[in-house]
């Protein structure tokens, strides 16, 4: 399986995978700019590595990893993805869509289409997820 993840991953990071990455990135950076946009920025750069090799690795709630609820999936991790998806979260989700409508047209790229689309949908809402490694 750890030939396929790596074969599956460096497929997809020539397919799209290190543009949205940077993109990812470039959020990041655009978020450090402002002192309150540092834990946005944070994030943009946990979910920007993981979008250059996403195969082996997903998001998942940090209430269900943990079993409680902090800053982040509360209230205020609301109106952060609110705030997120204003900002950068509707332009992340539609270069992903891009990306995944191109990977589609291909019965070979459908697997990283379908992962283009679990990303877009990431890219709505990020905050209160984390990155963990599947099993």
Do not use: Y
């Amino acid at each position: 399986m750890a030939v396929l993840r790596l074969i599956f991953n460096i497929a997809w990071f020539v397919l799209g995978g290190f543009v949205m990455g940077l993109a990812w990135w470039l959020a990041g950076i655009l978020c450090f700019i402002s002192i309150i946009g540092i834990p946005f920025g944070r994030a943009c750069f946990v979910i920007g590595e993981m979008t250059f090799w996403p195969f082996g690795q997903e998001l998942i709630s940090r209430r269900h990893l943990t079993g409680r609820d902090d800053l982040g999936t509360g209230a205020l991790g609301m109106v952060g993805n609110i705030i997120w998806f204003l900002l950068f979260g509707i332009w992340l989700a539609i270069g992903h869509l891009v990306h995944a409508l191109a990977c589609f047209v291909t019965i070979i790229g459908i697997p990283f289409g379908i992962q283009h689309l679990k990303l877009a949908l990431l890219s709505l809402t990020p905050i209160g997820q984390t990155v963990v490694a599947k099993a």
